[in-house]
């Protein structure tokens, strides 16, 4: 039996050396979508995996295709971090937070990370110079790219392309788009002596309204086309650079939980995947004669036949 004394003499060694457990913050993140697509869900699992694995987190999930009031639903959250997938997700976060934390992947342009003090993230459009070693991968005797582009778009972009060109190697052939009406003219470019055609994102020379044209201008000079992702592919394009979305969904959690632990934005500075995959269209390279080396067809992401 316990006495008194014992008791009272217990509470005293207690107090001389107090433990102070502190409930773990939970904190709290909200995920917004463009869809519930395959490449969402495995992102988002991915990224959920990992950052659970480090903290204490709660999620909420919005998918865009299914939200009708957008911006309400974007408002009525306060969340201590945003993760947002897609180009239309990320535009949609922007307008509605200057002061959340916003890790952003997915997006098709990685000007939308870069340019705003709130956001970091994983750019899925690969760097020029990047893009320039593939095509010298699976193009190995071909020199002659061409471009084709928007000057008030893409002007800068067109610059920086020469010079990381002629350090590759290749000779590039930038081909100005002003309007839709110039297309076809531009197009009929492609039979002067091209090697390859390669897609950069341009509202003009390469959007939904004329990538089609584009494909089949590419498919009836047998000019091979890299393409912008692997949608391009199946469409026609010969190839285009691709994303492991497991691993950018860890990626994208580990900059959040640096974010979350307390790291300044200007700490955590825009990546780019960490894992290069591609896809590969065989039909395509078999219409144009073209060989692709066994090394990449074999560590190719899917290849359409």
């Not at 987190?57 to 309400?72: D, G, P």
């Not at 750019?123 to 320039?132: E, S, V």
């Not at 020469?162 to 081909?175: H, K, P, S, V, Y």
Request: net charge neutral; proline share 5%.
């Amino acid at each position: 039996m316990i006495t008194f004394a014992a008791l009272l003499y217990s509470l005293l060694l207690f107090a001389a050396y107090p433990v102070t457990v502190l409930a773990e913050k939970v904190q709290q993140v909200l995920i917004v979508a463009n869809a519930e697509d395959a490449p969402y869900q495995k992102t988002i699992a991915e990224f959920k995996a990992q950052l659970t694995s480090q903290l204490n987190v709660s999620y909420r999930e919005l998918f865009l295709s299914q939200i009708e009031n957008k911006s309400a639903a974007i408002r009525d959250h306060q969340p201590d971090l945003i993760f947002a997938l897609g180009t239309a997700s990320t535009e949609l976060v922007k307008q509605h937070t200057s002061d959340i934390p916003i890790v952003s992947t997915m997006a098709i342009k990685n000007n939308l990370i870069e340019q705003t003090d709130n956001i970091t993230g994983v750019g899925i459009l690969y760097p020029l110079t990047t893009q320039f070693q593939w095509i010298k991968r699976f193009f190995p005797t071909k020199t002659k790219v061409a471009i084709l582009y928007n000057p008030q778009e893409n002007e800068q972009t067109i610059k920086s392309a020469r010079g990381i060109a002629q350090q590759t190697g290749l000779e590039l052939f930038a081909i100005p788009v002003e309007s839709p009406r110039h297309l076809p003219f531009a197009l009929e470019q492609l039979a002067n002596n091209i090697d390859v055609l390669l897609a950069i994102p341009d509202e003009i020379a390469m959007s939904s309204k004329t990538v089609k044209a584009v494909l089949l201008a590419s498919f009836r000079n047998k000019v091979p086309f890299v393409g912008l992702s692997d949608s391009w592919v199946k469409s026609g394009a010969l190839y285009a650079l691709s994303w492991d979305y497991h691993d950018l969904g860890q990626q994208c959690a580990i900059q959040s939980a640096k974010l979350l632990n307390g790291a300044l934005m200007q700490q955590i500075p825009m990546e780019y995947p960490r894992k290069v995959s591609y896809t590969i269209n065989e039909k395509i390279a078999d219409h144009m004669n073209i060989r692709i080396p066994d090394n990449l067809r074999q560590k190719a992401k899917k290849i359409f036949n």
